[in-house]
Structure formats: C-alpha cells, structure tokens
C-alpha cells in the first residue's frame, strides 16, 4: 500500500487570502494519480483536483491549484481568494494499480471572516 | 460524475442488531468501496469490488460482509453490531480505466 502523509492538523487562512496544504506520499510505481478531496461538515468527500503522474503541467482548477514535485514525491494544494466555503477537511489521496485509493490523515482549513 | 446514493444517511441501533446499509450508484461503474471514517479521522478500506460476484477485505480488518450481485448496488451487513462498529461508513465507486472515486453522502452509525 501507497502511504501518504499530511503534517498539517490543522490551517487557518483569512478569507480572499491564499493558504497550502502539504502532501508526500511514497510510491514505488512509476505512474499513478493524485487526489485532493474536500469534507465539509456535511461530511461527503467531494473531489477537488487530480493530477496524472505523467504529467509534468500542474493541476488547476478554478482557486484551487497544485505543485506537483515528482521526484521529491510532494503534492500541494493551493486555494486562493479563500472562501467561507472553502473550510472544511481536505484529504489528500494517491491511486495504485490496484485500483485502491490510500489516503493522508487529513488538513482542517478554517477561514476566517 | 457519478450518482451514488447511501442509505439510511444515520442510524442509531442497540447491540446484537443485525443492520445493513446500502449503496447504490447510478452510473454503471464497475469498481465500488467501503470506506470506514471516525470524527476527524482520515479513511481506512474495509471492502472493495472490481464487479459482480467479485469482493475482497481491504486494509483496514472489518466484521462486515458486502456482497455484489448486481453492478449498481453494493450492500453492506454487520450481524450483530457493537458499539465499537459505531462510525461513519462511505461508500464509492469509479469506473473502467477512471482513477477517479466518486463518494455517496456516507451513513452515521451508533451503535448502543
């Protein structure tokens, strides 16, 4: 199994302002993917951003962008122009072959008003 | 995106129990999860499925069974709950050759 790692618990960001969540994971496969998910207080995990190991373009999607380092195996998530919707849990997650999906412990954004 | 549903959304029920919760998504997946969460914690693989007729235990070591008859729908049954069962259970699924999982809204259990 892939393991993935959050050192961040916890991030506070004050709205309209930009704030990274950190990611490493450790794979010994030479192509796999990259999730981020978002749990806001409702709970369900909503998919983010992916990124394909094979591609070297960093992931973007509307405010929220990665910096994908391959070979220092780092994943960051960066949300600009945060909003009060934003706070939540986000997990970040890698994709093996067989189809399972390993997950980090998880970074509990708050934003502040 | 996938439509997945999970029902019921909470669930309190005494020990002894036998309860299923059910999973059920729309989009003719073939791969579908369980995924068992604590409060705050990150996600652990109890079960998983690669199509009909097909189920394996996933990393984290479960007492509930699933099985998997049809493509659309992927049950889960614990035969006699305890309270250490209590937690929330989400369900996913992603397609043939997608990487991509696609979570339901997840049941609350709480097993007394």
């Known amino acids: 199994a892939q393991t993935v790692t959050q050192s961040q618990p916890e991030m506070s960001v004050q709205e309209a302002e930009t704030v990274t969540l950190s990611c490493t994971y450790d794979?010994?496969?030479?192509?796999?993917?990259l999730f981020w998910y978002k749990q806001p207080p409702s709970r369900q995990m909503i998919l983010v951003i992916r990124?394909?190991?094979?591609?070297?373009q960093n992931a973007t999607e509307n405010r929220f962008s990665v910096n994908f380092q391959k070979a220092a195996k780092s994943f960051s998530l960066k949300i600009s122009d945060s909003q009060l919707g934003d706070a939540a849990m986000y997990f970040c997650a890698s994709f093996s072959n067989d189809y399972k999906l390993s997950f980090g412990a998880g970074t509990t954004v708050t934003v502040r008003a | 995106e996938a439509d997945i549903y999970q029902t019921p959304r909470y669930l309190v029920i005494g020990t002894g129990k036998k309860i299923t919760l059910e999973c059920s998504q729309t989009m003719g997946h073939d791969k579908m999860y369980w995924y068992q969460q604590d409060p705050g914690m990150e996600l652990h693989l109890i079960h998983y499925?690669?199509?009909?007729?097909?189920?394996e235990k996933g990393d984290l070591s479960s007492e509930s069974t699933v099985s998997r008859i049809r493509t659309e729908h992927f049950p889960l049954t614990l035969e006699s709950a305890r309270p250490s069962h209590t937690s929330q259970y989400l369900c996913a699924s992603s397609g043939w050759g997608l990487e991509t999982q696609y979570f339901g809204p997840g049941t609350r259990l709480l097993v007394l």
């Open positions: 794979t010994s496969e030479s192509d796999y993917y």
């Open positions: 499925s690669y199509g009909v007729n097909s189920t």
């Open positions: 990124q394909e190991a094979y591609k070297q």
